[in-house]
């Protein structure tokens, strides 16, 4: 039996830096992508919970930085940025638990989908809203894809339209929703059921 101090200190929980906006720019990117290397070498740590400091989970990329930086070398490196960060939560040998609580649309719907597990608040919604502005979220769809059924995604894709929670549960982007007073607790017994796993197994 272990104790909860001793348990929370093999958790981390990784909070996604919206430094103005709802909106992740390129430095943000790299900022996740630089802790989940540090974590993956960390191996006092045995569950990563990814979460947002604020009321979305992420809205994807910042079209405002994508439109003052138009040039293809800007727009090259920060989609190979994305790439890399969505790949290394993949690539991380600790399980990666998505909290949303709130809205996750475009990259932001990639990166829920890209995680191990998914637990949302029932308010959260969830899209691929590329096509309304013109731009398809063809990046996102590969991931998403790998979730979801292939009529379930192009609806998603040609419509934009938001799915909630419930659909998300639904069609297998989630794993379960919750009140957000219940997240909190959901997802933290969660964390605790992979580590006695790990810890049983001496991993």
């Given at each position: ?17 919206y ?5 992740v720019?390129k ?10 290397l ?15 400091n604020?009321?979305?989970f ?11 930086n138009?040039n ?9 940025q ?9 690539r ?12 996750a649309t ?5 990166l829920?989908?890209s ?9 959260a919604?969830?899209?691929?809203p ?5 731009l ?11 979730k ?18 419930r ?11 919750f ?6 607790h ?18």
């Amino acid at each position: 039996m272990y104790k909860r101090q001793a348990l929370e200190s093999t958790l981390i929980s990784h909070g996604l830096p919206y430094p103005e906006n709802i909106n992740v720019a390129k430095e943000s990117i790299k900022a996740i992508e630089n802790s989940l290397l540090k974590i993956s070498r960390e191996k006092t740590i045995k569950v990563v919970i990814l979460s947002a400091n604020g009321p979305v989970f992420s809205a994807g990329h910042d079209l405002k930085e994508m439109r003052a930086n138009t040039n293809y070398k800007f727009i090259h490196e920060l989609f190979l940025q994305c790439s890399r960060t969505m790949l290394q939560i993949t690539r991380l040998p600790q399980p990666v638990i998505a909290k949303v609580n709130g809205i996750a649309t475009a990259a932001g719907c990639q990166l829920v989908a890209s995680c191990d597990l998914a637990l949302s608040s029932n308010d959260a919604t969830f899209a691929t809203p590329g096509v309304n502005i013109g731009l398809f979220c063809s990046t996102p769809m590969v991931a998403v894809s790998r979730k979801i059924s292939r009529k379930r995604m192009m609806k998603m894709l040609l419509t934009g339209e938001p799915v909630n929670a419930r659909t998300a549960k639904e069609i297998g982007l989630i794993n379960d929703f919750f009140s957000k007073r219940k997240l909190e607790h959901c997802q933290y017994l969660l964390s605790i059921y992979f580590i006695i796993i790990v810890k049983d197994n001496d991993l």
